[in-house]
């Protein structure tokens, strides 16, 4: 049976695009099916109406955080893969078209795209999105927008990738409810997938200083890799605090069973968002070179040689 | 002296209405000056040209991750105060306007206002910005903009607050030169400011697992209250991490002081980014009827009577 893949519309968005993706992963085949908004989203996994596909997190951008929000809440929702999107643009143009004089995008697409609007001199003209721009393309007009769009909407490619800064992602999770999601992560266990990555919330019912290292040690402790962490009021309660943290490990696997079960044990509260299969990422030492301008730092060499703050380190600190 | 208070233009942004709000607060006056991007504001506070206010954090939104990372990545630029706006857009009309049809502001202005525009049955029509709405605006439109709009581009007021949900709010941070950081510190200080709170990044040299809890044990152990926390790849460093701390105290008090030298002696890369004086900040206490739906969490009463994981746990924590 065909399964529905419920994304942000309009067709033709960044989402839509991740959404195809993740329809090429499904070996019966996906159908994407546009939402008016996130909550619609989940609202139909919930209801057992099919997947959902919501963005994560971005490169630039970091945490899309009211998608964050909404799994830490959503009722028997979980994410069992993660799609990753470049954001690149395409500027497309009617097949026939004109003189261009006038460009369109969502003011994003705008601002990403400045460089070659500049170049061309076109007037930019912002539209309520990508898709709208490219559906309601005039014949004098290029339009910007995801590379989905060209075949959505019958469009030519004048230029692909016309965005200022290469190397923008988007990280999306693909969400089911949590019995399928046990079922995915089961067959691909059968498929030969070893290692994974976890999303998972933790709320200390306790507060005060230390509250998150005692958490961290017990993570430590169990020798687990954290790839990721952001701390959030719970929805609604201002200074209140849950924690996100991305592991390299599955929640069935020994040592993170048994964090979980120590964390619980503590009376506090856990939830599993997401499990999938690990990503190849880069994992560079950080090299003196790497670090941003400013700052302090003694190497072990300064240490040894007994070198000590300096009065621009002060600046630096802020501390005198 | 009048200061320059540097803001992500137009006039009429969120940014120009914290600006203004920073410019209160200085005795002498701050004049705010739009610019074309953030960058330009980390360049003129840098070169000496004034002051700058960016979005630091939004209650929904979470973190402005790009400022956040260009001010990890700034040379001489710190934060001395924080400034909160409320995200309310107001309707704006032309004096004698005639029948009103069209309503006009960026996209997200219309998605966040869509019952106003429902309830009136106004065409909805986007801008590039709130501010070019208002700045634009024909006799039949209404714009929506912050409330700052209608004395800068003499409209009158149809209805305040016309968003569809009330609570939002943006966060600025106020940025200077160190040296001037310092002096403002200095100032706060003699003027009876006794609590201040900090934004500090760390780098650890080392990776794998439990540096960041190393990390935060030694805040732990110093006694300070940690009130939020993020992880961010290094600029330009996919697989990298920095960590960005925000705490009740300020780096000049002997146990914050202890931790900072305590790290730069593990060879740890060390930046303050920013201090000001405490905010009034609600500190609820978590309750039961705060967590999220699902998850799972066992009260001591729980564990004193022996109660153990249920079958439904096995669906919340994947680890079955």
């Known amino acids: 049976m065909t399964v529905s893949l419920h994304y942000l519309g309009p067709q033709g968005s960044f989402t839509h695009q991740a959404a195809s993706a993740a329809a090429q992963l499904i070996p019966d085949g996906g159908e994407c099916v546009a939402a008016p908004n996130v909550p619609a989203i989940f609202d139909a996994v919930a209801n057992g109406n099919g997947w959902g596909v919501v963005a994560w997190e971005n490169n630039v951008e970091g945490y899309v955080v009211p998608n964050l929000d909404a799994l830490i809440d959503a009722e028997d929702v979980a994410g069992f893969a993660r799609v990753s999107v470049d954001v690149t643009f395409d500027a497309l143009v009617r097949p026939g078209h004109g003189d261009l004089t006038v460009v369109r995008a969502h003011p994003h697409g705008l601002a990403q795209c400045s460089k ?23 014949a004098d007009e290029v339009a910007l927008g995801p590379s989905i769009c060209a075949g959505l909407y019958g469009l030519n490619v004048l230029c692909k990738g016309v965005q200022d800064f290469d190397g923008a992602s988007t990280d999306f999770l693909v969400l089911a409810p949590r019995e399928q999601v046990r079922e995915q992560l089961v067959q691909a266990e059968t498929q030969g997938v070893t290692e994974f990555e976890s999303i998972v919330a933790f709320i200390p019912l306790s507060t005060g200083p230390g509250v998150l ?9 169990a020798g687990l890799n954290m790839t990721s962490f952001i ?44 499990v999938y299969p690990r990503r190849e990422r880069p994992n560079p030492p950080v090299s003196a070179w790497m670090l941003p301008d400013g700052g302090v730092r003694l190497t072990p060499e300064d240490t040894a040689a007994g070198m000590q703050f300096e009065p621009d380190d002060d600046k630096e600190l802020l501390w005198a």
């Open 116 to 138: 070659f609007i500049a170049e061309h001199a076109l007037t930019a003209e912002p539209s309520s999105s990508n898709a709208a721009a490219c559906r309601d393309i005039a």
């Open 213 to 221: 290292a005692d958490l961290l040690d017990v993570i430590r402790d």
């Open 231 to 274: 701390s959030r009021p719970i929805k609604g309660h201002a200074g209140t605090y849950s924690f996100i943290a991305t592991l390299d490990a599955a929640p069935w696997q020994p040592q993170f069973k048994a964090v979980l079960n120590t964390v619980v044990a503590h009376g506090d509260w856990v939830k599993t968002l997401a």
